[in-house]
């Protein structure tokens, strides 16, 4: 026995197949300063100072906390399969010493081999801010949000 509809259903499963196998591919994305190694190859420790380095690499990602003289190029690679969270793929961390004359002390990259997650101590890291209960909330709201006085112009003083 033969089904009448079966030709006109070929194109439509094909269809779902190719949707099927489209939402199945990873969404990649690239953050920060990505480096040409070429570029990366030329910055020679006692040689190349921070103008240089500069002109050939741009403007750093960061520049270090407590040393000035170190600047951060980072990059990061991630990729998200439909809607699970993001895995990073790939990252790339250069770090650039300088000496007191500005000229490149030393070079250091590392990758995602060498990163590490943290979790912050809630009872130990300071946050700014209070933490409210429910009722110092609501307790809290009250009278904030009066009528507007009538007797104030309403373009701002009118001066």
Not at 128 to 153: H, Y
Request: net charge negative.
């Amino acid at each position: 026995m033969k089904i009448p509809c079966a030709r006109s259903t070929r194109p439509v499963l094909a269809a779902l197949c190719l949707m099927g196998l489209v939402a199945c591919t990873a969404n990649v994305s690239t953050h920060g300063h990505v480096l040409n190694p070429d570029d990366l190859a030329q910055i020679q420790p006692g040689v190349t100072n921070r103008e240089e380095v500069a002109r050939l690499l741009g403007s750093p990602s960061t520049v270090g906390t407590f040393d000035q003289e170190r600047w951060f190029y980072i990059s990061q690679r991630n990729e998200v399969m439909s809607f699970y969270k993001a895995d990073i793929t790939k990252q790339d961390v250069v770090a650039i010493d300088f000496d007191g004359n500005g000229v490149v002390s030393d070079v250091h990259t590392h990758g995602l081999e060498m990163a590490q997650a943290i979790q912050p101590d809630p009872n130990k890291t300071r946050t700014l801010g209070n933490e409210l209960t429910f009722v110092q909330q609501v307790l809290g709201n009250i009278g904030r949000f009066n009528a507007p006085d009538l007797k104030q112009p309403r373009n701002g003083g009118g001066f």
